[in-house]
């Protein structure tokens, strides 16, 4: 399906690969600061694994939908031959990026300090659940051929982990009183990346003069309304609540050492 409008289709790419450099630059900041400080602490590790789950569920059904004929045509067997596929190259080239890097940061969960901190049963059962249901899923398809139904178990699965994914980092900022260890620069690109997200829907929306983008998409849609509430949420943990607070907890080693030097008495001279 062709576009309508030639600068609402530039405009579209242009918002998209915008939205592909936000997004994925959005995961240097936290990779970053847990190298500088050899130190995860701070850094909640359920958010890490949901974050891997939902990201590998989101890679799958955009390179399914966007390069597999036979997607496409039940796509378009269901929603009409006329509308335009609702994945973008930017949206796979992100989701792929995601799980790279949400994969570094769970090798970082394993070689830096973690303080006692560590996945909760709650976590680890959630995820196991998913790639069950995942897996029952996909052996069933084999058999039916229903590939567009798979795509939407898979998409139903990274929306679950979308929703609950930023509570556990959330709940621990609010125990902690302090963002210490977490990177609100991640956070900042990540609100930019949503409303950019947003953005590529209503104009494709816009040009097509139909809303089968955003309920033939409902993953892409609750992915930036969901991000954009939990980044709100965090900006205002960072810059409101706890502002200038930090938890003696998720000091690294080396602060602490720091530390201890600087309050030592300076010895005077009689």
């Known amino acids: 399906m062709a576009w309508n409008s030639v600068p609402l289709h530039v ?13 994925s630059i959005s995961f240097y900041p936290q990779v970053i600061m847990n190298y ?6 701070g850094y909640n590790f359920d958010f890490v694994l949901l974050n891997l789950t939902k990201h590998s569920c989101y890679l799958f059904y955009n390179s399914s939908l966007y390069f597999s004929p036979a997607v496409q045509k ?4 269901k929603y009409g031959q006329k509308e335009m596929i609702p994945v973008a190259a930017n949206d796979v ?3 792929s990026h995601a799980v790279l890097l949400t994969a570094v940061s769970l090798f970082q969960i394993a070689i ?6 560590k996945v909760s049963k709650i976590a680890g059962g959630i995820v196991s659940v998913a790639w069950s ?9 084999l058999s039916t051929h229903h590939w567009l ?3 939407s178990v898979f998409n139903i699965i990274q929306v679950c982990m979308t929703c609950v994914k930023y509570i556990p980092q959330a709940v621990m900022n609010y125990m902690r009183k302090s963002t210490s260890g977490w990177s609100i620069g991640n956070i900042l690109l990540d609100f930019s990346g949503s409303i950019g997200n947003y953005s590529q829907m209503v104009m494709q929306s816009a040009d097509q003069r139909s809303l089968t983008n955003f309920y033939g998409n409902i993953g892409k849609l609750l992915l930036s309304l969901v991000s954009v509430f939990f980044d709100i949420l965090f900006m205002i943990q960072h810059y409101v609540l706890y502002r200038h607070k930090k938890d003696p907890k998720s000091k690294t080693p080396q602060e602490v050492e720091t530390a201890k030097s600087t309050d030592k008495p300076v010895a005077q001279n009689v």
Do not use: M, P
């Not at 405009?11 to 997004?23: D, N």
């Not at 830096?112 to 901190?117: F, K, L, S």
């Not at 249901?133 to 398809?141: K, L, R, Y």
């Open 36 to 41: 500088r400080r050899k130190s995860v602490v």
């Open 149 to 151: 139904w798979l795509l």
């Open 11 to 23: 405009s579209y790419e242009v918002v998209g690969w915008l939205t592909f450099i936000a997004w």
């Open 93 to 95: 080239a992100f989701s």
């Open 133 to 141: 249901v995942a897996a029952i899923c996909f052996f069933i398809t």
């Open 112 to 117: 830096y300090d973690r303080g006692n901190q």
């Open 74 to 77: 039940q796509y378009r067997a």
